[in-house]
């Protein structure tokens, strides 16, 4: 019987190049890299905390320049290849998606936390026992802050004023902390008129120019859009049709077709049977009994001067999202055919003009009852 040697080549499993870390060496590394970005951050916490001038882009191509103490903002921005950073960087991002606060605080007190641990690994505490304490103490602190978070008042302005301390005390270390009182007041009162959590049915329109001061919360919907020439620019006691329908049909628009005329008159036969055909179309929807219309695709020139005859405030390409909450707002449906106005429900609200802020013309809806809201 012959016996072969058998021959076990080693598998390698990392990369040519790359350095391993085991024990006390990873723990280490991963120590150095999240204390160095907690230590980073740590400026920046507080109400006199410092703001980060950021500086990027790459190069050949634009630059820019940031200024801010967001920790969310700071990280996002900074690269980091250590895995504990990494981690850091996560849970930042994750505070600001959930929370919208605390995204240094979380980053600094992670990074602080495994500084202590550190310290009890070289004293010779195994690392599950450090694991299981800071359970138990997440457990004591979660119950400690449900205790204390309740307000515990039913009177409305208490909770009021409790909430507008909540809102100057987030905003104590953000740009806008000189006019904290300001915007802690918009924020409280958009909230509460809300009447739920639902924080989308807030719309932050933003406007190049002006001043800080110059912010101001309305209880209406701003839709940066303006009405066809010659229509009415205020309507009152308003009925809308909300539509997601082409009207652009008067000037052709076929893809990879060609028409082929043999004169000029047969030209101008397609020309008035497109007209017809939208003015049929205008005709449905001016018999849906309406004095807005307003469509999330363009309106071209002939049925924008149907409604203006028609004395139909007309507003064209208003985005997907904006026409959402549109028909949200004044409790409308979307719809796309007009052969049965009895089945369309239309929005409707009690004022709609024209109102320009800084340099833009925007459509601001009032609609009642205000729990549409």
């Not at 690269?79 to 930042?92: E, F, H, Q, R, Y």
């Amino acid at each position: 019987m012959i016996e072969f040697p058998v021959v076990l080549n080693p598998v390698q499993i990392l990369k040519r190049d790359a350095d391993e870390e085991k024990g006390s060496a990873a723990r280490m590394s991963s120590y150095a890299g999240a204390m160095a970005l907690g230590d980073m951050l740590k400026s920046t916490l507080g109400p006199k905390g410092m703001d980060k001038i950021l500086i990027g882009g790459r190069e050949g191509g634009p630059q820019f320049m940031h200024v801010t103490n967001d920790g969310a903002t700071i990280l996002k921005s900074v690269g980091v290849a250590n895995p504990a950073a990494k981690i850091l960087v996560d849970i930042s991002l994750v505070q600001d998606t959930e929370v919208g606060d605390g995204t240094t605080t979380v980053a600094v007190l992670a990074a602080q936390l495994l500084h202590q641990a550190e310290l009890l690994i070289e004293s010779g505490i195994h690392p599950q026992i450090i694991i299981r304490g800071w359970r138990q103490a997440l457990q004591a602190a979660r119950a400690k802050l449900a205790d204390i978070a309740r307000i515990s008042s039913n009177d409305p302005e208490i909770f009021r004023e409790e909430l507008l301390n909540l809102a100057c005390t987030a905003l104590g270390s953000k740009i806008l902390a000189s006019h904290k009182k300001l915007f802690a007041e918009i924020a409280v009162n958009a909230v509460l008129r809300t009447k739920n959590t639902d924080l989308s049915c807030i719309h932050v329109i933003t406007l190049p120019g002006g001043r800080l001061t110059d912010s101001f919360l309305d209880s209406g919907f701003l839709l940066q859009k303006k009405a066809g020439n010659y229509q009415p620019n205020r309507i009152e006691n308003a009925r809308v049709l909300i539509a997601n329908t082409p009207m652009d049909t008067d000037k052709i628009k076929v893809f990879s077709a060609q028409i082929v005329t043999d004169s000029i008159n047969r030209l101008r036969d397609l020309e008035i049977a497109e007209k017809a055909k939208m003015k049929k179309k205008v005709d449905k929807i001016i018999a849906h009994n309406v004095n807005v219309f307003i469509n999330r695709q363009l309106i071209y020139n002939y049925p924008e001067q149907l409604f203006a005859d028609a004395k139909i405030m007309a507003i064209e390409h208003a985005d997907f999202d904006g026409i959402t909450r549109l028909a949200h707002v004044l409790g409308g449906d979307i719809v796309s055919t007009f052969d049965n106005p009895k089945q369309t429900k239309l929005g409707s609200c009690e004022l709609i003009e024209e109102v320009c802020l800084l340099v833009k013309h925007v459509r601001l809806f009032f609609a009642e009852p205000p729990n549409r809201f």
